[in-house]
């Protein structure tokens, strides 16, 4: 019986030391708060803080900013300062904008009228020629075969031409033989005549500009690599300006990239419109958008800048024609201006006669014959050609390009009597 009621015991034990254990573990501390309270911080009570309890104070709302006040009519309106950096802080860069790009300068070209006769000491190479050389052959006491012989030599090293050479000789021989001229000015006014009849003095050498039926006149301007063409077209936008002309620009030389620049550095001075298309483009479409440029901005006059042909270059030379057929769409071509070098001699008129059979040539640009004794190509490449030179080309400077006029030309050959 002893024995059943040990294990008994044992469990009763175990069960009482389980109870006691769970009622000292569930038995709140003295002096605890209630759960309720014990939500918040007893600071009363001067308890430690749990992190996890502290609720951070609500950020205070930044003060709205104060718009500038309404300055009263005629007063500056009042900006307030940038408030400054608190310690320790580093002030925020002020953003400072660019400076803006200056604006080109507007400049007004030389008056054309009279610009030949400013500029007739460029000729000094061909005055040793004509004035000096000539007058000095012509001015012999006796005028032989011999004498006449030299006379002709002269006139064809400055690229008169031969036919043009032998008519002006022959005149002379016949009027010094009737007329007995021996005087220095006499001789002069001999040479002075027969020169001038050689250029024709004739030949219209205006410059075909304005509106025509409501469109701005066109104006091509071809001619070889290296003749000058591109400056020329500068210089020439600066003649018609100058004029009084109004003037768009179209760079239709594409395969050369420093072209169209070039040509907008012109127009920018003198206050002109550039249409020009990407490198290697269609010179045709920018031709034709130059045109259609000039009719929308109301301008009398659209010069087109093509680019340089060699003579012998037939795929070339089809383009510059289908140009021009292009530009017509809009109306008809009143100019197609060949840029010629007055050093490129006897040349130059190979040239020419190419061109003139694709792009019906109306005028002839003489460039650099200020560089050249051979003044006489002026003549030659009318004769051969039939074609006015209408300007004439006597430096490097931006108002160097003069109309030309055959009275104003041959004197200037001959130089100061």
Do not use: Y
Request: contains cysteine; proline residues 9%; negative net charge.
């Amino acid at each position: 019986m002893k024995d059943a009621l040990v294990p008994v015991l044992v469990v009763i034990g175990l069960l009482l030391l389980a109870g006691l254990t769970l009622f000292l573990v569930r038995r709140p501390r003295r002096g605890a708060l209630p759960p309720t309270e014990q939500q918040r911080p007893g600071i009363e009570r001067g308890e430690q803080i749990p992190p996890s309890v502290i609720t951070a104070p609500a950020p205070e709302k930044p003060a709205p900013e104060k718009a500038p006040e309404k300055a009263a009519p005629g007063k500056p309106a009042v900006v307030p300062a940038p408030a400054p950096p608190a310690p320790g802080e580093t002030a925020p860069p002020v953003e400072v904008a660019p400076p803006k790009p200056a604006e080109p300068e507007i400049e007004t070209p030389e008056p054309t009228a009279g610009r030949l006769v400013r500029l007739r000491a460029r000729l000094s190479r061909s005055q040793n020629v004509f004035g000096k050389g000539l007058l000095g052959l012509l001015s012999r006491d006796h005028l032989d075969d011999d004498a006449w012989d030299e006379v002709e030599e002269s006139l064809i090293s400055a690229d008169v031409g031969v036919q043009a050479t032998t008519e002006i000789v022959a005149k002379l021989r016949e009027r010094t033989r009737v007329l007995g001229t021996r005087t220095a000015g006499d001789l002069r006014a001999l040479l002075t005549e027969e020169l001038t009849e050689a250029l024709d003095p004739k030949l219209d050498r205006s410059l075909h500009t304005g509106v025509v039926d409501g469109k701005p006149s066109v104006i091509l301007v071809v001619g070889v690599n290296g003749a000058g063409k591109t400056t020329s077209c500068g210089k020439i936008a600066r003649v018609l300006v100058a004029d009084g002309h109004t003037v768009v620009l179209g760079a239709a030389d594409t395969f050369r990239a420093a072209a169209a620049e070039q040509l907008a550095t012109w127009a920018s001075r003198v206050g002109a419109q550039v249409v020009r298309g990407p490198e290697g483009g269609d010179p045709a479409a920018v031709a034709f958008d130059a045109v259609k440029k000039g009719i929308d901005a109301g301008v009398d006059t659209v010069l087109i800048d093509t680019a340089g042909r060699l003579q012998n270059k037939v795929g070339l030379m089809d383009e510059l024609g289908k140009i021009k057929r292009v530009v017509e769409k809009h109306g008809p071509v009143s100019e197609t201006l060949l840029v010629l070098d007055a050093t490129a001699g006897q040349n130059g008129l190979s040239q020419a006669r190419v061109f003139t059979e694709v792009a019906d040539v109306t005028g002839v640009v003489l460039t650099k014959l200020d560089g050249t004794a051979k003044g006489g190509i002026v003549i030659a490449v009318q004769r051969a050609l039939g074609i006015p030179v209408k300007l004439v080309g006597l430096g490097e400077g931006p108002d160097d390009l003069a109309p030309f006029d055959p009275a104003q030309f041959v004197s200037a050959l001959l130089g100061d009597e």
